[in-house]
């Protein structure tokens, strides 16, 4: 008998599919599994721990990047997005990856060395995107980029998994910090915040009309699970509710809070108040946002910065996911994409 590592027996689970995260082997090795990833993706679904990029061609005709260009990809994820753009940004060109989650920009940028984009085509720092200035001068890029990309959903990863505490559907510790090793998680946030602190945030982080209600009911609770929260925000609702609707209403509750507990709103009035100063002239960004909040701020934005003559053109409407991308990434459906050239 050959001598070798011993047999590896596939991992068991109850019934003839897995259902748990950790279970989905297959879809967490996708250079072993393609054909069992691309039956994932035909069903209309994201393999678990993976991403699929957004309006992709719509991205790239808007950033329209070219051989020798600099990029700035300010919420990497997974890096859908930013391994299309390194092809064509080369030869030459350099690619800035940026992401406040310590855990998904270590294993991205392993994915993308692994694809032959070494060092001089791609930097990675572990940053939130507010903090963009400082990044460009870290890497020496002071007189700014070609073109910027925020993507500003939460990545499939992040959702996916339940120890992130992301998802409503799934047993996990109600965290949702994007980067895991600091703030406070949405427990500790919620434990702490008074009915009229959390009003504020149902309303600004998901326009949502039960507001007051759901913050009386809600606000200085100890809840430790996903599970629990979602059933305290179902008990919080009147009676008169269908299920459709309290189904929308936990969604905006948990997007709220997830919104919150990041300081993304801040974050994304940071990262606007210096964009003009980090495109060079006829630069172009492109951002796609998941939730009215972000996309009026985006808006309001670029309005301005038109009318104070710091961009030569913006979009006037949103662009959305086309009937073809959403049958196959229904993850696509809340998307919206604005985008802007800096004058020149």
């Given at each position: 008998?050959?001598?070798?590592?011993?047999?590896?027996?596939?991992?068991?689970?109850?019934?003839?599919?897995?259902?748990?995260?950790?279970?989905k082997?297959?879809e967490?090795?996708?250079?072993?599994y393609?054909?069992?990833?691309?039956?994932?993706?035909?069903?209309?679904?994201?393999?678990?721990?993976?991403h699929?990029?957004?309006?992709v061609?719509?991205?790239?005709?808007t950033?329209?990047?070219?051989?020798?260009?600099?990029?700035?990809?300010?919420?990497?994820?997974?890096?859908?997005?930013?391994?299309?753009?390194?092809h064509r940004?080369?030869?030459?060109?350099?690619?800035?990856?940026?992401?406040?989650?310590?855990?998904?920009?270590?294993?991205?940028?392993?994915?993308?060395?692994?694809?032959?984009?070494?060092?001089e085509?791609?930097?990675?720092?572990?940053?939130?995107?507010?903090?963009?200035?400082k990044?460009?001068?870290?890497?020496g890029?002071?007189?700014?980029?070609?073109?910027v990309l925020?993507?500003?959903?939460?990545?499939?990863?992040?959702?996916?998994?339940?120890?992130?505490?992301?998802?409503?559907?799934?047993?996990?510790?109600l965290?949702?910090?994007?980067?895991?090793?600091?703030?406070l998680?949405?427990?500790?946030?919620l434990?702490?915040a008074?009915?009229?602190?959390l009003?504020?945030?149902?309303?600004?982080?998901?326009?949502?009309?039960?507001?007051?209600?759901?913050?009386?009911?809600?606000?200085?609770?100890?809840?430790?699970?996903?599970?629990?929260?979602a059933?305290?925000?179902?008990?919080?609702l009147?009676?008169?509710l269908?299920?459709?609707?309290?189904?929308?209403?936990?969604?905006?509750?948990?997007?709220?809070?997830?919104?919150?507990?990041?300081?993304?709103?801040?974050?994304?009035?940071?990262f606007?108040?210096?964009?003009?100063s980090?495109?060079?002239?006829?630069?172009?960004?492109a951002?796609?946002?998941f939730?009215?909040?972000?996309?009026?701020?985006i808006?309001?934005?670029?309005?301005q910065?038109?009318a104070?003559?710091?961009?030569?053109?913006?979009?006037?409407?949103?662009?959305?996911?086309?009937?073809?991308e959403?049958?196959?990434?229904?993850?696509?459906?809340?998307?919206?994409?604005?985008?802007?050239v800096?004058?020149?």
């Amino acid at each position: 008998m050959e001598s070798g590592e011993p047999h590896q027996r596939r991992p068991r689970y109850r019934g003839k599919n897995p259902r748990r995260f950790e279970e989905k082997y297959k879809e967490h090795d996708p250079n072993r599994y393609q054909e069992t990833l691309a039956k994932v993706r035909a069903r209309g679904k994201t393999p678990a721990g993976q991403h699929v990029p957004i309006l992709v061609d719509e991205i790239l005709a808007t950033l329209k990047p070219a051989p020798g260009e600099r990029a700035v990809d300010a919420t990497l994820g997974f890096g859908g997005h930013a391994e299309l753009l390194l092809h064509r940004l080369q030869p030459g060109g350099s690619l800035l990856g940026l992401d406040r989650d310590p855990l998904e920009i270590e294993r991205t940028t392993k994915r993308l060395r692994a694809l032959g984009f070494g060092e001089e085509a791609l930097r990675t720092q572990c940053i939130n995107f507010a903090g963009i200035g400082k990044a460009l001068h870290e890497v020496g890029w002071q007189d700014g980029v070609d073109l910027v990309l925020v993507d500003l959903g939460v990545s499939s990863m992040q959702i996916d998994n339940p120890a992130r505490g992301f998802s409503f559907k799934l047993e996990g510790p109600l965290d949702m910090r994007m980067n895991p090793q600091r703030g406070l998680s949405a427990r500790e946030w919620l434990r702490r915040a008074d009915a009229a602190k959390l009003e504020r945030a149902l309303t600004d982080g998901s326009d949502e009309p039960l507001a007051g209600s759901l913050a009386q009911a809600l606000a200085g609770q100890d809840l430790n699970s996903t599970t629990q929260l979602a059933q305290a925000i179902r008990a919080a609702l009147p009676r008169y509710l269908d299920e459709e609707n309290a189904m929308l209403t936990v969604r905006r509750v948990f997007q709220a809070l997830r919104i919150a507990v990041n300081e993304e709103f801040s974050a994304l009035d940071a990262f606007l108040a210096q964009l003009p100063s980090v495109l060079r002239p006829a630069g172009r960004v492109a951002i796609l946002t998941f939730h009215s909040g972000e996309d009026r701020r985006i808006k309001r934005h670029f309005k301005q910065g038109l009318a104070d003559q710091l961009y030569a053109e913006i979009s006037h409407d949103v662009v959305r996911a086309s009937a073809a991308e959403l049958h196959s990434n229904p993850r696509a459906s809340s998307a919206k994409l604005r985008w802007a050239v800096r004058a020149g």
